[in-house]
């Protein structure tokens, strides 16, 4: 057996790494093209579900709140005073000669 076989070798083991890691882009370009297609509508699809699934999570939030909330008296503070109001202008003074 050669003395090489168990040489712990850094740089073989990042080339090794590196090429398994890397993307390899086809060389045709159709197929680039189709790859990008696929790639931007596989996106689309998961922000739109991503944009459902958080709706469908809000929407039940508040229907349960509401449910909760279900036959509980209104607590009304004591310090206000409904009334009707109207607005009334300033007085405009006749102009200075």
């Known amino acids: 057996m050669s003395a090489y076989a168990f040489r712990f070798d850094p740089s073989w083991i990042r080339s090794r790494v ?14 680039r093209v189709a790859f ?17 699934v958080g709706a469908a999570m809000i929407a039940v939030g508040l229907l349960f ?6 036959g509980k008296p209104v607590a009304r503070d004591s310090r206000v005073v409904d009334g009707e109001y109207r607005v009334v202008e300033k007085p405009r003074l006749p102009p200075v000669r």
């Open 65 to 70: 709140r509401l449910w909760q909330q279900r």
């Open 18 to 31: 590196h090429a398994a890691a890397s993307p390899r882009k086809p060389r045709q370009r159709w197929l």
């Open 36 to 52: 990008g297609v696929v790639g931007v509508a596989l996106l689309a699809v998961l922000v739109m579900f991503s944009v459902v």
